[in-house]
């Protein structure tokens, strides 16, 4: 079988949305499945991790990208004034005009690649994966050029997105895009795949043609082989990943500053938006906050073991962030150090830290709730007893990327 992987995201971009396309493309060959990616040459992407390989047993194809640079349009007008301002919101009203998303017109160049090479290739399947959804019209494409079957993978929802305003008027024309992009996935796709199983029910709701499964993502137990925990005399609580749209740290900070805790370093990896870091420094935490800019993936890891506790933020963004069930939750899982999870305390994020007994969970908006927890493991890191998690051999063979991976190579293999 011959599976054709299409991608926005893959090395050497950087980022967690690169990790899920990359574990696919690493180890389906492991199973006999011959891989070939479609990626962008550069699609100017805000960060890039020269240190990722890209998968040695798979094909990797670009076409070139055309459209904006990856940095938001939030952070490109912060600090503007006057004609400055003026120019920029001019440079930026063409993106935000976009639809369905702003990457739409890699299209132009990425279609006619992906068919090139399903042609030439004798390719079986075509598997998108999103977001951005608008890589779903370049599977639709090839399976109508070349009778491919298409597989569209849902890393997010393309009807639900928990980190947008929906009343704002050009979201809505966003929304309304996707959402014709819903309908032509459920019509086209042979099968589709979500991240979650809140996604699955989604698209299981629009009556698709295919079957909807649900793939998680996994935890990368090797990736962490040879990293540390060594101890501290400071409580540092690591949280990985960049802020944006919805997620908003304030809500933590605010509970750090009220548990009174003054050997706590609260660390936060990536990249933190221009005013959360104005507010934060006028909190007056000093020493207790520190704004590590972007780091590879592998530097990330390693503050990820060397931590006391881990801080995960899943927000519910009107409910929308219940079926959210990112790949950093895996990852933590695999980092093996206790999760304070601030996440909507009936989601799909929340049933996992509990049923593997991961760390605690407390609603994202519950300050006085958060400082009780941080307290809580705070103390027991004073009195020695905050261990290490250790997952049963059940539970890691259950979250492991492999297993997910032998999953959809078995889907993959049964539209043949």
Known sequence: MKVLLVTMYFPPSGGGGVQRPLKFATHLPELGIETHVLAPDDSKWIHRDEDLPPPTLAWVHRARYLGPKGR???????????????GVQARLAGRRLLVPDENVSWNLTAIPAAIRIARREGIDVVFTTSPPSSVHLIGAAVKRATGARWVADL???????????????????????????????????????????????????????????????????????????????????????SFFGKRDPRPFLTALQQAGLDDVVARFLGDFRSTDRE??????????????????RRRSLELQRDSEVLL????????????VLSGKVFEYLAAERPILALVPPDGAAAELIRDTDAGIV??????????????????????GTLERVSLSDRWRSKVSRRSRVEDLAHLLEGLE
């Open 155 to 241: 890393r997010d929802s393309v009807v639900a997105h928990p980190h947008r305003d929906a009343e704002r008027l050009l979201v809505r024309a966003k929304e309304q895009g996707e959402h014709a992009i819903a309908k032509l996935v459920t019509r086209s796709a042979d099968a589709i795949v979500a991240v979650s199983e809140a996604i699955a029910e989604e698209m299981r709701e629009r009556d698709p043609k295919g079957p909807v499964v649900t793939i998680a993502n996994g935890s990368d137990f090797d990736d962490f082989a040879g990293l540390e925990h060594r101890p501290s005399d400071r409580f540092r609580i690591t949280h990985a990943g």
């Open 362 to 383: 407390v609603a994202p908006e519950d300050i006085d709730g958060i400082a009780t927890a941080l307290q809580d493991l705070h103390g027991r890191w004073r009195a």
């Open 72 to 86: 938001k349009p939030a952070e490109e007008l912060h600090g503007t004034k006057g004609l400055e301002r003026v």
């Open 312 to 323: 995960l933020l899943i927000p519910d963004a009107g409910g929308r962030g219940k079926g």
């Open 279 to 296: 507010w934060a420094q006028e909190q007056g935490l000093g020493d207790r906050l520190e704004l590590i800019p972007y780091a590879p």
